[in-house]
């Protein structure tokens, strides 16, 4: 199993921006599609972006398209997800996931693997 751990969630006003990061080992295959979802209380869980884990090609929920950015580092293997121009409906606990291969669509049931969560609040 790949393990994921996320860091960098935290309160911002509206408007404001906020990089969160997944630390991703333990896997064994090199195509991986690594993605950001986040759920809101009360509310589905709901994808936010998704790359190919060192390869090219991303997609993004449109609620997202030019304000968040996910990218990866390989060679330390960490996924970034830049958000910018937060909102209040941003608000919710953002989790990394990973599945083999690439190309994956973005939807919670298609991610094997997932991190405990990091907290983004905007308001």
């Known amino acids: 199993h790949v393990q994921l751990v996320e860091s960098g969630g935290g309160s911002v006003q509206t408007g404001g921006s906020l990089t969160l990061s997944c630390s991703v080992s333990?896997?064994?295959?090199?195509?991986?599609?690594v993605a950001w979802f986040r759920q809101a209380p009360g509310k589905e869980r709901e994808g936010v972006a998704r790359?190919?884990?060192?390869?090219?090609?991303?997609i993004f929920a449109d609620d997202v398209k030019g304000r968040f950015y996910i990218t990866d580092k390989r060679e330390r293997n960490v996924v970034d997800l830049q958000m910018r121009g937060l909102k209040p409906t941003d608000t919710g606990l953002y989790y990394c996931?990973?599945?083999?291969?690439?190309?994956?669509?973005?939807?919670?049931?298609?991610?094997?693997?997932w991190g405990q969560g990091t907290q983004v609040t905007v308001s």
């Open positions: 790359l190919n884990f060192g390869g090219s090609g991303r």
């Open positions: 333990g896997y064994s295959r090199p195509d991986l599609s």
């Open positions: 996931a990973a599945a083999p291969p690439w190309n994956r669509p973005l939807s919670p049931s298609e991610f094997a693997d």
